[in-house]
């Protein structure tokens, strides 16, 4: 008898298209494993790929939904990775293994779960064994869905490209997923960290380890800035706003600073100052998550340094609409399905 199981599954753009479907359970082939899936965080990308596709060649019905947590219950010949038991989380850029991202000038890669490859929210999931990463061992399932793309796009552009240091300056103008491990990352280092965001979560950032907090909507939160570093600026920036908010970026960019843009939650194209730019020196890296071996590398700092997500809320896996709707109104840290109560 064919065994079945639930998946969210949409046949066009558009959130009211998604269906929590009944499917026939996948079969695992050569070089594949058998997860069930125990968590799903979810992204503000990932609402996007659902409401407008992102001009991605979705293939319907389409299943969203990028990181997962899970365990291996099943597996295809020439499995050599994982064994039966292993706990595991997804890689969001599967083909990136390590060194420098695929693609060329034409053609940036962005083949992603959830987006170019068929997403993770279902209670099963085939997988290459390759496209997954040992577990962290101090972290539960649904903290551990939170790395593959927030903790890893961080790590990613904090350590692995502007290379942040202790008693380096980072500013974090954000208190979303990305942001929040930023934050945490950078005071793994011993780096100074100033956040800008709504006045509500000032208090929660600063036990986070926030040394400073400045309201984003005060007309003067620059000078403010300015004021806290003694005109230093900011030696590393994670920009996950875009648009014209790079431009404000490169005028707090401390002389040699480094801007890490993430985000595009403004509009796609941004702008800047150019003098600013050229004359402070400073390095602008693009980030697009990163490779797994860094996720590996991440999962290696989490369990050392004893870093814990921050999670806004859980939602159960029938609930995605509620979830999304959460992610409307921006959450504070990670919002995550869950499947083990279900």
């Known amino acids: 008898m064919t065994k079945h199981m639930r998946r969210w599954e949409t046949d066009a753009i558009g959130r009211d298209n998604l269906e929590l479907r009944t499917v026939a359970m996948p079969v695992p082939g050569p070089q594949q494993v058998l997860v069930k899936v125990e968590a799903v965080a979810l992204n503000h990308r990932d609402k996007m790929v659902i409401e407008n596709g992102r001009g991605l060649p979705l293939a319907f019905p389409f299943t969203p939904g990028s990181d997962l947590a899970g365990v291996v ?29 695929p693609g060329d000038a034409r053609t940036p890669a962005y083949k992603t779960l959830g987006g170019y490859y068929p997403g993770v929210l279902a209670e099963y999931v085939v997988m290459p064994e390759a496209w997954l990463v040992t577990a962290p061992a101090t ?6 869905a939170t790395l593959p793309c927030a903790g890893l796009t961080a790590w990613f552009a904090l350590v692995e490209r502007a290379g942040v240091q ?12 990305v942001a929040l491990f930023g934050l945490q990352i950078a005071k793994a280092h011993g780096a100074q960290v100033i956040v800008s965001g709504r006045a509500s979560n000032a208090d929660r950032t600063k036990a986070l380890g926030a040394d400073h907090y400045v309201d984003r909507h005060r007309e003067d939160w620059l000078e403010e800035i300015y004021r806290i570093t003694a005109n230093h600026g900011a030696d590393h920036i994670l920009e996950v706003i875009g648009g014209d908010h790079l431009g404000k970026s490169v005028q707090l960019a401390a002389v040699g600073g480094h801007i890490c843009q993430i985000g595009a939650l403004d509009v796609f194209d941004f702008s800047s100052p ?8 400073v390095t602008l890296h693009g980030i697009g998550t990163g490779s797994r071996r860094a996720l590996t590398r991440l999962i290696r700092a989490v369990d050392r340094t004893g870093i814990k997500p921050v999670i806004d809320s859980v939602y159960a896996f029938s609930d995605l609409p509620s979830a999304l709707d959460h992610l409307d109104r921006g959450p504070f840290g990670k919002v995550v399905i869950t499947l083990s109560s279900e």
């Open 139 to 144: 972290l539960n399932p649904i903290q551990a």
């Open 274 to 281: 150019t003098m600013p730019l050229m004359m402070k020196d």
């Open 166 to 177: 202790a008693g380096d300056i980072v500013l974090i103008p954000s208190t979303g997923g």
């Open 73 to 101: 219950v099943g597996q295809g010949e020439g499995v050599s990775r994982f064994s039966t038991g292993d706990r595991v989380i997804s890689t969001f850029t599967p083909d990136w293994i390590d060194g420098v991202r």
